[in-house]
């Protein structure tokens, strides 16, 4: 079955850094299209797309986290990560996987992020 599982997240301090991954299975990065993305919801709030990245390396980020967050990808390992520095608290929200694919949408559980002032 497709599962898309995060780890990583945790409580820090602002200013901290933490590292997330998600790793993949089945065959999702054989795709021919397999943007993966973070998404982000914090209470109250909606659903926003952090960051994407496509097969070939094509990052995009919303721009409250540009220059402190990077996305990247390991194809062999199926797995793709979210480096995340200088994190404020507004930052904190639950952080869920995604893969969009042409053979379907995958989301992963979600992990807590909490960055205390």
């Known amino acids: 079955q497709v599962r898309l599982v995060e780890s990583g997240g945790g409580l820090v301090q602002a200013g901290g850094s933490l590292t997330l991954s998600c790793a993949a299975s089945?065959?999702?990065?054989?795709?021919?299209?397999?943007?993966m993305g973070w998404y982000r919801q914090a209470p109250g709030m909606q659903r926003e797309l952090v960051a994407s990245?496509?097969?070939?390396?094509?990052?995009v980020y919303v721009d409250s986290v540009k220059g402190r967050f990077t996305i990247s990808r390991d194809n062999a390992k199926n797995t793709v990560y979210l480096q995340m520095n200088s994190l404020k608290p507004e930052d904190t929200a639950v952080y869920c996987c995604?893969?969009?694919?042409?053979?379907?949408?995958?989301w992963g559980q979600g992990t807590q992020v909490t960055v205390s002032a």
């Open positions: 995604n893969a969009d694919t042409l053979h379907g949408n995958y």
């Open positions: 990245i496509t097969r070939g390396g094509t990052t």
């Open positions: 089945g065959a999702i990065f054989t795709y021919t299209r397999n943007t």
